[in-house]
């Protein structure tokens, strides 16, 4: 990021960049529009310039967000979107084109694969793999393979794909790798690190924190030659080719399909984004001890988490993350339990959809997020019917433990 440390750089970055009259964050700038005194400026703000004309393709306040981000991800730009999904969905349909290739981990986000369904639907091929076994990776290959895409870790089992593998192949095959780093954050790891070419975030999650803005970015973390990408539209192929994958992205995901962020949420997510390595912190060690307290009760069948020995890729993670784990577990409670009983006892977690909020928040995977794919999906997901998927804020770590001891005693046989 800088010669200074992570949160450091991000304290003092708006000061660093210029500010007026000493501010230390960057003023909200809420204007749609941009007048210019030269016509010939405004007609050069649209072939090319640097520059603002109107909100829907970005203002100072989301640029000032988005070399936030890309300092986070140690990349060469970025561009924000109104949410997380709306990120993933532009990179996917501005750069597939009709008879590309995808491959994806099959571990994601429910709302991810929904898009991919849409996607096939556009004459986009699209193979499932187990990502954290690299050879299943190659194995998917095709000569009209364009892309590879993963999440680091998987909500909500928690599987961790063979990043540092798969960046590796991909670079070799000259593929254009995409993460979405929203659980593990650029905190933990940038995905630059595991040589993606294009790193996902959720604003809406950890990096804002507090469960009060959508927000998302796509950043480039300049390790993809676009150069040779065949889908990069020709009047985009110029100026310096570093930018080129960026400004389609920006140009077709963001001015044409609309899903532009507004000032006043930027703001929000740039101030959250401060104590990022503060929450994170917090939030990994409640998390470890939440999940070493749960995979030793007897009522409990399975902790997913990577922290744990038991976990599967836990050496991975260990080596990934250097020994930190993230906020995110799930938990399988014995069959006799009925899950929703069990939530109702709860005091102290809120029940609710979100993730990397400060507070812990609850819920039963199969009955909500996952209920669209049905059962004949979850089970090949390995999603039972009592797992819980619990994102572990920054409460005392007493408090989280103390409520999942008590609404477990209920159960009790």
Known sequence: MSENGFTT???????????????????LHPSSEYAFEDAHELAAVFQG????????QGTPTTAALERKITQMEQGVGSVSFASGMAAITAVFFTLLRQGDHLICSKYIFGNTNSVLGTLQQFGVEVTLVDATDVEQVKAAYQPNTRMVFSETIANPGTQLADLAEIGGWCEQKGLLF?????????WLAPAKKFKAGLAINSLSKAIGGHGHALGGTVTDTGLFDWQHYPNIFEAYRQGNRANWGLTQI?????????????????????IGAETLSLRM?????????????LAAHPQVVQVHYPGLASHAQHKRATDYFSGRYGALLSVELQPHIDVFAFLNRLRVLALSTHLGDNRSLVLPVAHTIYYEMGPKQRALMGIADGLLRVSVGIEDTEDLIHDFSQALSAFSV
């Open 250 to 270: 920006k140009k077709k995901g963001l001015r044409d399909m609309g899903a532009a962020m507004s000032s006043d949420t930027a703001h929000r997510l740039m």
């Open 49 to 56: 310039k640097p520059g603002f004309s109107y909100a829907r």
């Open 281 to 293: 912190a917090k939030a990994c060690h409640n998390a470890l001890s939440l999940a070493r307290f």
């Open 178 to 186: 995409v993460i979405d780093n929203t659980l593990s954050t650029p």
């Open 9 to 27: 750089t991000l304290l003092h970055a708006d000061r660093r960049a210029g500010t007026e009259y000493g501010a230390v964050h960057q003023p």
